[in-house]
């Protein structure tokens, strides 16, 4: 809940609050919780015929709720099913649109670059298609620009705040975004890992000379690391909540002084307890550990970080940015089948929404992400290292999203 601000909270996701004439107000009330549509509890049958009309029509509506708008419209356009789904639907629905995808000289000729498989898309559905080239001299350029953009500290959203920069150089106001696909469709490795983790602490509890070795094992590791995440294992692999924490956390407590500085540590540390954080923040989970990860998936990285990215990015370049796969009217009306969804691999029912269905060029291809070689512009500039005050070469074994945790707590609380 804490902003820049010392006294000023936001309020929990789905709530909220009365202010009356004199600035007295009333305490958060919630109108929604998400986790509802995350129970697995459901009466209703589905045959696969039926499954996949059901989710088609949702997600066209959906969309078609999301293109109101008197002004022209864009979609970020990657080579992922997440935006072709979307693509896919406004072609239904014959809209006018223009797809818009970044790209880099460094991930030419690599899995990285979405260009050519996004213009490939575009053709399909009959989307004109804007490409947008970012070098690192931009970036160097503006690199305090985007750290003044974040309205709360952030290790992510660059990627989204050059596509948003594309929209608005060529008079796009609304553009629709696919994120939400993973986390509604069990498309992240982490429905499969992070229950694979809570299963690993059971192995290891009835078998304790394997158990040892385990700990010896993690001891290495945090010692090649310099994380100390790894010692939490044994602990926070009993229950799901720990295991998505040791999934998705990028450091273990006792880093974070070394992050924050000890005065703001200390003031903070009783909230954040690492799985204690994430059972506070996502309630009970359903029995079933592949809709509990949709949920905790949904409620913290979704909710925390691909949303709150989405926001200030966007708006730093007064776009407003539409996310057809995150609202709350769809997840409604897919809870009575949401529990089936990890029976169709590869996001199957998503891909087979539009009208016209995604093609195999984009459902086989491997899953990448939208990439951007942040990590490689900043550890070989002496612009930014000048910016930043220390250096940064070699320090975050090449992991891009420790690179901005290094950063930018140093910049805001010196």
Do not use: C
Not at 80 to 96: E, K, Q, R, T, V
Not at 340 to 356: A, D, M, R, V
């Amino acid at each position: 809940p804490y902003t820049w601000f010392s006294q000023i909270r936001a309020l929990p996701a789905g709530s909220f609050m009365i202010i009356s004439e004199n600035l007295l107000s009333s305490e958060p009330s919630k109108f929604a919780n998400i986790a509802d549509a995350w129970s697995g509890e459901s009466n209703r049958h589905f045959s696969y015929e039926d499954s996949k009309e059901y989710v088609k029509n949702s997600i066209n509506k959906s969309v078609k709720r999301h293109i109101i708008a008197d002004v022209p419209l864009g979609i970020f356009l990657s080579s992922g099913i997440d935006s072709a789904s979307i693509a896919g639907n406004l072609n239904s629905l014959n809209s006018s649109i223009t797809g818009l995808t970044i790209n880099f000289e460094e991930y030419a000729n690599t899995k990285n670059d979405e260009t050519l498989q996004a213009k490939k898309i575009a053709d399909y559905y009959g989307i004109n298609h804007h490409e947008r080239k970012v070098t690192k001299n931009e970036f160097e350029n503006d690199f305090l620009s985007i750290l003044n953009s974040m309205d709360q500290p952030s290790i992510d959203g660059v990627n989204t705040w050059y596509a948003s920069k594309a929209a608005n150089e060529i008079d796009i106001k609304v553009v629709l975004s696919g994120v939400g696909g993973d986390e509604l469709f069990f498309g992240y490795p982490s429905f499969n890992s992070i229950p694979l983790i809570n299963q690993i602490y059971s192995l290891l509890l009835v078998n304790k000379p394997l158990g040892n070795i385990f700990d010896t094992l993690l001891k290495i590791l945090n010692k090649i690391k310099i994380n100390d995440k790894f010692n939490y294992f044994t602990n926070e692999s009993a229950s799901l909540y720990g295991s998505y924490w040791l999934k998705r956390g990028l450091y273990g407590v006792n880093n974070l002084p070394y992050l924050m500085g000890n005065e703001i540590f200390n003031k903070l540390k009783e909230d954040i307890r690492s799985s204690y954080f994430v059972k506070e923040s996502v309630g009970k989970l359903s029995n079933d550990p592949r809709l509990a990860v949709g949920q905790m998936e949904s409620m913290l990285y979704l909710r925390n970080q691909l949303l709150r990215d989405s926001d200030w990015a966007s708006m730093a370049h007064s776009i407003e940015l539409r996310t057809p796969l995150v609202d709350f009217s769809l997840l409604k009306e897919l809870s009575p089948l949401i529990h089936k969804f990890n029976k169709y691999k590869g996001k199957e029912l998503l891909s087979l929404s539009p009208s016209k269905p995604i093609p195999k060029f984009v459902t086989k291809r491997k899953k990448t992400g939208f990439g951007i070689p942040v990590n490689k512009w900043i550890t070989d500039s002496k612009k930014i290292e000048e910016i930043v005050g220390f250096n940064l070469k070699n320090k975050t074994k090449n992991n891009t999203s420790r690179l901005w945790a290094e950063i930018v707590p140093k910049l805001i609380y010196g």
